[in-house]
């Protein structure tokens, strides 16, 4: 069996300028949480993360990124040799149209920014995955969480989604603990939490991992 593991982590930065920048509130703690957990089993982690307040974990090779372009990068390097692909990340979904090499100043300014759509990691992964990966995505959504999960379980081709309500106050994004729900393309269902996002990446790994 391959016991190599690739994982991504933490926001996406898609830079307006050097200076300014589209991004969202994720911390990274579920994704390193997952890597941190699947090393002490003795997988084989490769760990791609977006800007994070967090130290690498123990065991773990992490490789830092900044916009999606990168991360895609990143990961393409590693993807053929992966057993099992996470995709924690919360990668921006556009990014500005034109990105200034200097500093713009508020008179230099439009009032409205241009906006295109990042590369969608996971969908171009998922989309030259051989026979035997095991793909997993999260969802992270504010309604119709499970609807929302579940179509892109079956849009991007998973075997896996986690899907969590980060419109509760107390988990999700910036949040230490985590309430998931997590669904197979067999048709299994599971929830779990509130709990520490530790606890609840043991719990994910104990369904996911073949």
């Known amino acids: 069996m391959n016991r190599r593991l690739l994982i991504t982590a933490g926001p996406t930065r898609e830079h307006l300028d050097p200076v300014r920048y589209i991004s969202n509130g994720s911390s990274g703690r579920m994704g390193y949480a997952l ?60 990014k500005p149209a034109e990105k200034s090499p200097r500093k713009t100043k508020k008179a230099e300014t439009e009032e409205v920014v241009r906006l295109v759509r990042t590369v969608d990691v996971l969908k171009t992964l998922a989309a030259r995955r051989r026979p035997g990966q095991v793909m997993v995505g999260f969802a992270a959504e504010t309604h119709d969480v499970e609807a929302y999960a579940r179509r892109k379980l079956e849009e991007k081709n998973l075997d ?51």
């Open 35 to 94: 890597a941190a957990e699947a090393a002490k089993r003795g997988w084989d982690v490769d760990l791609v993360s977006g800007p994070v307040a967090l130290e690498a974990p123990h065991g773990v090779r992490l490789t830092r990124v900044v916009s999606a372009d990168d991360m895609l990068a990143a990961c393409e390097s590693r993807f053929d040799e992966a057993g099992v692909f996470l995709s924690v990340a919360a990668v921006a979904d556009f």
């Open 160 to 210: 896996w989604i986690v899907a969590n309500d980060v419109s509760r106050p107390g988990i999700g994004m910036e949040a230490a603990d985590n309430t998931v729900t997590v669904i197979s393309r067999s048709g299994h269902r599971a929830s779990f939490g509130p709990a520490p996002k530790s606890e609840i990446a043991a719990r994910i790994l104990d369904l996911v991992l073949p």
